[in-house]
C-alpha cells in the first residue's frame, strides 16, 4: 500500500492582484523534490464577491518554462494571452497554458461574474516542463466541462472527474509533457475508495473541503495536503461527510528547479535571459 511520507498544515492566505484570495497549498520553495512534476498549487477562495463596474484580476504578466493549469469550480474567470488565445471559463472548465519559451497574459474575473458578483473558487496548478521542452511553442487548450470524462466510484462514494492521465479505463483530454494524472475527487461520506498511479510517479492528496480518512489510519482536513509514497500499489480514501479533492500525480522530473516569480527555469542564466527577452518583448504582447 502507498503510504503517507507527510501532512502538510494548512497555510495562510494572501491575495493574488485584486481578484484571487488563494491559499498556497503546494510550493516548489518548500517542497520541490516532493511534489515534481508540479510546482505550486494556489486554492482561490471560495470567497463572495459584491457585483462590481470593474473585473478584479491580476493584469497583464509573463510567464516561462512551465504550464499554468486553472480549475474553476465556482464563477467565471476571463483569460487573454500574446498567443491570441482567451475565453471564459466557468464551473467544472480547466484552462491549460503552455507558457513555456514564453507567454504574456492577463487573468481576471468575467464581464458577466464581475456584474453580478458571487462565490470564486478556483485553483490554479503549475507543471513543470523538463529542460528539453521548455522553448517549446507556447500554447493553450480550454478542456470543457462536457469533455472531461466523469467516473462514477463503486457503491456510490463519489465521482472522479478525469482532466489529465487515465483513471479506470477514462483517459483525460489533457495534452501533456510528460506523464502525468490530475483527479478532481468528490466524496460521499462513509464508503472507501481505492486509487491507484503508475509506480514511480510522486502522488499528492489536495484536500479543498472536507476531512478523508486515509488508509484507514490517518485524518486529512480541509487545506491540508499529504504527500504519498511514490510506489506500493493502491491507496485508499473515506470521507467522514462530502469531501473535495485533487489527486495529483506524476513521473519527477529530475533536474534543478531555478525560480524567479512567473519564471521557472534549470539556471540562474536562464532565469537572467528569460527576464532579458521579456523586456525586449520577444514573449509578444496581447492584441488590444
Ligand atoms: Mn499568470
Do not use: C
Not at 495562510?12 to 491559499?23: A, E, N, T
Not at 519559451?101 to 513543470?128: C, P
Request: glycine share 12%; hydrophobic share 45%; charged share 20%.
Amino acid at each position: 500500500m502507498r503510504t503517507i511520507t507527510r501532512v502538510k498544515a494548512a497555510p495562510h492566505g494572501h491575495w493574488v492582484g485584486d481578484g484571487f484570495p488563494v491559499r498556497s497549498l503546494l510550493s516548489h520553495a518548500a517542497d520541490a523534490e516532493a511534489i515534481s512534476p508540479f510546482l505550486l498549487l494556489d486554492h482561490a477562495g471560495p470567497h463572495v464577491f459584491a457585483p462590481a463596474l470593474r473585473p478584479r484580476g491580476v493584469g497583464q504578466h509573463p510567464h516561462r518554462g512551465f504550464e499554468t493549469v486553472t480549475i474553476v469550480y465556482s464563477g467565471e474567470v476571463a483569460h487573454k494571452d500574446s498567443t491570441g488565445a482567451g475565453g471564459v471559463i466557468g464551473p467544472g472548465d480547466v484552462q491549460w497554458m503552455t507558457a513555456a519559451a514564453g507567454i504574456v497574459h492577463e487573468e481576471f474575473h468575467s464581464e458577466a461574474f464581475t456584474k453580478t458578483g458571487g462565490n470564486l473558487e478556483m485553483v490554479q496548478l503549475w507543471v513543470n516542463l523538463p529542460a528539453k521542452d521548455k522553448d517549446a511553442a507556447a500554447g493553450y487548450q480550454t478542456l470543457l466541462d462536457a469533455e472531461i470524462p466523469r467516473v462514477p466510484l463503486a457503491e456510490d462514494s463519489g465521482t472522479v472527474r478525469v482532466i489529465a492521465g487515465e483513471f479506470a479505463g477514462a483517459q483525460g483530454p489533457a495534452r501533456t509533457f510528460t506523464p502525468i494524472e490530475i483527479w478532481d475527487v468528490r466524496l460521499n461520506p462513509g464508503k472507501h475508495s481505492a486509487f491507484d498511479v503508475p509506480d514511480g510517479h510522486n502522488v499528492i492528496v489536495v484536500m479543498l473541503a472536507g476531512t478523508v480518512e486515509v488508509n484507514g489510519s490517518e485524518i486529512i482536513r480541509s487545506g491540508q495536503v499529504a504527500f504519498l509514497s511514490a510506489n506500493g500499489g493502491e491507496f485508499t480514501l473515506e470521507a467522514n461527510g462530502d469531501a473535495k479533492l485533487l489527486i495529483l500525480a506524476g513521473e519527477p522530473i529530475d533536474e534543478p528547479v531555478v525560480a524567479h516569480g512567473p519564471f521557472v527555469m534549470n539556471t540562474v542564466a536562464e532565469i537572467r535571459q528569460a527576464m532579458v527577452d521579456y523586456q525586449d518583448g520577444r514573449f509578444g504582447a496581447i492584441a488590444v
